[in-house]
């Protein structure tokens, strides 16, 4: 992820006239440098970046770092119906699943809010086609997966 980088820019003089009821005076004042900050990345190219991160994870084999730094401890994932909770149950789910010939193409990106991103992608394996829709939040700083629902 992407940090903030300040910038300075410089700016050119100011000058203040004075009235004075008998003379009018000139100060001139120049600033060297004005403060400026790059702008912050979006919650949507957080998600983004860190959904990349994990299907490099996934296409690895290396289901617990998946877990760990991808979905929050109560993550819910449904697969056709049949609902997975939490890391242990997701885990179980994931080594049975696991296919890392898949291909994902991502569908639709959408910031719900400053601290929620739903992402649908499709995944396509042996000819099968399958459609997901994802919830991250943020949580403590970090973006999880809350929900994953696979049809």
């Known amino acids: 992820m992407c940090d903030a980088i300040t910038v300075y ?13 008998k003379q009018t005076s000139a ?19 957080i998600v983004n970046e860190k959904g990349q991160q994990l299907l490099l994870l996934w296409k690895a084999n290396k289901i617990d770092e998946l877990l760990a ?14 609902s997975h909770k939490g890391h ?19 569908v639709d990106r959408t910031a719900v809010s400053d601290d929620c991103v739903t992402q649908t992608y499709k995944s396509e ?8 829709k994802t919830t991250w939040n943020k949580i403590n700083d970090d973006w999880k997966i809350t929900l994953e629902v696979w049809n």
């Open 88 to 106: 242990e149950e997701v885990k179980k789910l994931f080594e049975k699943v696991i296919d890392k010939s898949s291909e994902y193409s991502f």
């Open 69 to 82: 730094d991808g979905y929050a401890q109560d993550a819910c994932v449904v697969d056709h119906g049949t």
């Open 9 to 21: 820019k410089a700016i050119d003089s100011v000058q203040l006239y004075i009235v004075n009821r």
């Open 27 to 45: 100060l001139q004042y120049t600033s060297l440098f004005e403060f400026h900050r790059e702008a912050m990345p979006t919650p949507v190219q």
């Open 125 to 132: 394996s042996e000819g099968l086609i399958s459609t997901c």
